[in-house]
């Protein structure tokens, strides 16, 4: 248990689908990340939210959007998608500025667009 | 952009063996981290580094931080079954938010 959970675990969608994955981080962080992992890749980081403010955005296509409506709680809408969007979606939190940052990922949710 | 270049890829060990793995990088950094994932989860930080030359245990895992700040190397002594998964080096200079990760070494243990 790292102190980061994320709902659903796996979900399946058509690619006209909407949905959303949640990441609550019960640290006290106050920075937030969602990535990407798909296989035989590296991590890749999507979006990073410092205090509630996007400040990273990496190139992540608009079907993807974000939203952080407090530093407890992050989500990420999905509309649209494509079957090579099927990937494990991990969350992660850190606490900036302490001098012994470390980012913390939740179990990720296992996604699947047919 | 900077990467990690993490060997090896893969790993067959048999259970008791002794396992070691490394990440190197042409870029400095600050703080080098090792995180384990197992499948179908997220990665589980094992060790943290925070400082060049520093060399710290976690049960059977010792990691170090290199004294040039552009390597690390994880060492797992009398590996065990639940060993089994991949391994990620992982690092960054400021900021966690500047987080680089490694390629990943998969680690397979036979008995």
């Known amino acids: 248990e790292t102190g980061v959970t994320q709902t659903p675990r796996h979900l399946v969608m058509g690619m006209t689908n909407k949905k959303s994955l949640k990441c609550e981080q019960h640290?006290?962080?106050?920075?937030m990340y969602w990535y990407k992992q798909s296989a035989k890749k590296p991590l890749e980081l999507m979006f990073v939210?410092?205090?509630?403010?996007?400040?990273e955005n990496n190139s992540v296509p608009s079907r993807f959007s974000p939203e952080c409506p407090n530093s407890s709680h992050l989500f990420l809408h999905l509309h649209t998608l494509q079957p090579e969007d099927s990937a494990l979606y991990l969350c992660?939190?850190?606490?900036?500025?302490?001098?012994?940052?470390?980012?913390?990922f939740g179990p990720g949710t296992r996604l699947t667009v047919l | 952009g900077q990467q990690l270049n993490q060997s090896p890829q893969s790993m067959f060990i048999q259970e008791g063996e002794d396992v070691s793995m490394n990440c190197t990088s042409s870029?400095?950094?600050?703080?080098w981290l090792w995180y384990k994932q197992d499948p179908g989860e997220g990665p589980v930080l094992l060790i943290a580094?925070?400082?060049?030359?520093e060399l710290t245990s976690n049960g059977r895992l010792t990691a170090q931080f290199g004294i040039t700040r552009k390597d690390s190397f994880l060492n797992i002594s009398a590996s065990i079954p639940s060993d089994v998964g991949i391994y990620f080096c992982?690092?960054?200079?400021?900021?966690?938010?500047?987080?680089?990760f490694g390629t990943g070494t998969r680690l397979q243990v036979t008995l």
């Open positions: 992660a939190s850190s606490q900036e500025g302490q001098g012994t940052d470390t980012q913390y």
């Open positions: 640290l006290g962080h106050n920075a």
């Open positions: 939210y410092n205090f509630k403010e996007q400040t």
């Open positions: 870029s400095i950094f600050n703080t």
């Open positions: 580094l925070y400082k060049a030359g």
């Open positions: 992982a690092a960054f200079t400021g900021t966690a938010s500047k987080l680089t």
